[in-house]
């Protein structure tokens, strides 16, 4: 049985990973500072975020 943190962990991740597809999906401009982030850290946040995921899910099931 995996431990509640382990599980809370994999879903922020997901929930992460969902946000940059979001914005994605919407074609959301963010600004910060003046400067325009690129969607391309989007593309990289979900790649990673939901890999983070699954890695952490699959350690937690063993």
Known sequence: ???PVTM???L??????????ARLAM?????VGGHQIPM??????????AL???LVWREARH
């Open 40 to 49: 391309s850290a989007s593309i990289a946040g979900a790649i990673i975020a």
């Open 8 to 10: 809370t962990v994999v």
């Open 12 to 21: 922020l991740l997901f929930i992460i990973a969902a946000a940059h597809v």
């Open 1 to 3: 049985m995996s431990k």
């Open 52 to 54: 983070l995921a699954v």
């Open 27 to 31: 074609n959301v401009e963010i600004l």
